[in-house]
């Protein structure tokens, strides 16, 4: 049987707020350039099945922004907290979304997994944890 976790995240003004339990499943730090760009930083991600997200508030304050092709990137229309990023376009990956970790209460029960894209990290900080890194995706 697969571990799960329960978990609930609001927004920083918590007008929004979902809970869920989902797959543990360790999360990934992503460092492209969009995601450095929509939060200063790289983006540390819990990615689980969509069906798993449950709103307990503030659903219609939800906004999103269609960040690629394939992907969407959701902020509270309120205070502007990144919230998901959904590939929502994307065949592999439309049942599935990532919420930003920084969302969720704690403790989360999570642990730190991979590092992806990589070879597009920004040139003021090094990846020194020993995790697993990616150039692109993993």
């Not at 790289?42 to 092709?69: I, Q």
């Not at 998901?84 to 065949?91: Q, S």
Request: some cysteine; charged content about 25%.
């Amino acid at each position: 049987m697969t571990k799960t976790i329960e978990f609930k995240g609001r927004c920083l003004c918590g007008v929004v707020a979902f809970e869920g339990e989902a797959p543990d499943e360790p999360i990934s730090t992503c460092h492209c350039k969009q995601c450095r760009q929509w939060g200063s930083g790289p983006f540390d991600a819990y990615s689980l099945p969509l069906k798993n997200l449950k709103f307990t508030a503030g659903e219609d304050a939800v906004k999103y922004y269609e960040s690629s092709d394939f992907a969407r990137r959701g902020f509270c229309s309120k205070c502007g907290s990144n919230l998901f990023w959904h590939a929502d376009r994307h065949p592999q990956w439309k049942d599935r979304i990532s919420i930003a970790v920084g969302t969720l209460e704690q403790p989360t029960g999570l642990s730190a997994g991979n590092h992806i894209f990589c070879a597009a990290k920004a040139d003021y900080y090094e990846i020194e944890d020993g995790r697993p890194q990616y150039a692109h995706e993993n």
